[in-house]
């Protein structure tokens, strides 16, 4: 089964992860019946939070997504490598290299010294997130990761900063302010001249279900719809699209969802953000207690939404493919 997912950083990559252990535990027991249905994952990354840091270029949500997927990410974090050291950041702060509030690790570092080498090299995005990608084993995962774009996008944060406005990197906005900096709006650098990595429109359109994690759908998912022709690839798929609410009791598990959706006016509920993605969405799990109202035309789900583990996330990931899969079998019949 061929599986396409808009994902962002921490949510995101463990939804997937999820979603990887289920499709292993389905293939064992279908194995037993000799018809292992092996998983094909294309997962489009954000790159709206990336960030150049002392002449390196970051990608934290792809970084996020190839530690989490293969296994060297720091599990309380969510973000950065596990087992890390800080001798590159300690020093960098000896010498006054600003700035000092986004904790880079020594191992992290690695793979943006290799990533800027290739970049300045030439190379696209999304040629190096395959090389990344090879050296988390993310091919014998069945896992193609591209980024939405090779264009350089940036998202940036217009503060109201005691009165005046001024615009700052998103990573400043969410890592030094916490999100606590009154926001005015996101304004996405690069966006509108975006084109799609190759691969990223075709995963849409060829895909047997299109899955949107719960990751950030503002300044994550909804940065990825922003890149011109993936929206109309989603309106335009003959694959269901299954989304998971990033609010549980109408607030994020973690993150600033509920801060992002204010700021661009949205209701913060399931429902709201369901409306963000209206015009393509078919399926969407909601948390058991949600309040979210029927809606014609979308077919919801309640059920737990807390991805305490990486078993509950399994069970999350196949709840939405079993969706996806009920909504196509309707369709056949339709
Ligand atoms: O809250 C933080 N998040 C940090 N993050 C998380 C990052 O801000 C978020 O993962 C995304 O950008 C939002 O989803 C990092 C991610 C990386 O890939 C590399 C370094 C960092 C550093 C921090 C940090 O110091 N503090």
Not at 25 to 43: F, M, N, S
Not at 132 to 142: C, F, P, Q, V, Y
Not at 203 to 226: F, H, K, Q, T, Y
Not at 276 to 282: A, C, G, M, R
Request: hydrophobic share 45%.
């Amino acid at each position: 089964m061929r599986i396409t997912a808009l994902a962002g950083g921490v949510g995101g990559a463990r939804f997937l992860r999820g979603l990887l252990h289920h499709a292993r535990q389905t293939a064992a027991a279908a194995e037993g019946r000799g018809a292992a249905d092996h998983l094909e994952l294309t997962v489009i990354g954000n790159t709206g939070d990336d960030i150049t840091l002392f002449g390196l270029r970051v990608c934290p949500d792809i970084d996020t997504l190839l530690y989490t997927l293969g296994g060297g990410i720091h599990e309380g974090q969510g973000w950065g490598r596990a087992d890390e050291t800080h001798h590159l950041a300690e020093e960098l702060a000896a010498l006054g290299a600003e700035p000092q509030w986004f904790t880079l690790g020594d191992k992290d570092f690695a793979t943006h010294v290799y990533r800027s080498q290739l970049l300045g090299q030439g190379m696209p995005l999304s040629a190096v997130v395959e090389r990344l990608s090879a050296r988390w084993g993310l091919g014998e995962l069945g896992v193609r990761l591209l980024p939405m774009t090779d264009t350089p996008v940036e998202t940036h944060v217009v503060v109201d900063d005691g009165g005046d406005q001024r615009a700052i990197h998103f990573q400043e906005w969410w890592v030094r302010h916490r999100a606590a900096l009154p926001a005015e709006r996101f304004v996405v650098a690069g966006l509108d001249r975006a084109t799609p990595a190759p691969g990223v429109l075709d995963a849409i359109r060829e895909a047997d279900l299109v899955v949107l994690p719960p990751s950030n759908p503002v300044v994550s998912i909804g940065i990825i719809l922003g890149v011109p022709g993936v929206r109309d690839a989603l309106r335009g798929t003959r694959a269901p699209v299954v989304g998971v609410s990033p609010l549980v009791g109408g607030r994020p598990v973690r993150g600033h969802a509920d801060v992002c959706l204010r700021t661009i006016g949205v209701e913060e509920s399931s429902a709201g953000v369901a409306g963000l993605y209206s015009d393509f969405l078919d399926g969407w799990l909601v948390d058991e207690d949600d309040a979210m109202p029927d809606r014609r035309g979308l077919e919801v789900v309640r059920r737990p939404l807390l991805m305490s583990s990486v078993e509950a996330a399994a069970d999350m990931a196949g709840a939405t493919v079993d969706l996806g899969m009920r909504l196509r079998a309707a369709r056949a019949t339709a």
